[in-house]
């Protein structure tokens, strides 16, 4: 399922427009993404944990010349389903 198909299910479910939903969703994933790239941990009880990790700097290989490269740190957005969502794809 793409976008435009869950903007489509999404209306369908709640009997909004299909331009009120993808606005709505928009703005949610905008503000998501605005406070994990700031460092808050975003929190939906039954769905999951939206948040920053950080990488440690490390060794690694480069395929090309085998030659041992230094990845540099960095911080990643990370996703942790909660126990709801997790059962219920469990369950199907």
């Given at each position: 399922?793409?976008?435009?198909e869950l903007i489509a299910a999404v209306a369908e479910r709640t009997n909004m427009t299909k331009k009120d939903v993808e606005n709505t969703?928009?703005?949610m994933l905008?503000?998501?993404?605005?406070?994990?790239a700031a460092g808050e941990d975003i929190r939906i009880?039954?769905?999951?944990?939206f948040e920053r990790?950080?990488?440690?700097?490390?060794?690694g290989c480069d395929p090309r010349t085998?030659?041992?490269?230094i990845i540099p740190a960095s911080k990643i957005p990370a996703f942790?389903?909660?126990k709801?969502?997790?059962?219920?794809?469990?369950?199907?």
């Open positions: 399922m793409n976008k435009t969703m928009t703005a905008d503000t998501i993404m605005e406070r994990v009880v039954g769905f999951g944990t990790r950080e990488r440690k700097e490390r060794k085998n030659q041992e490269i942790k389903a909660g709801a969502f997790r059962d219920k794809v469990d369950a199907e």
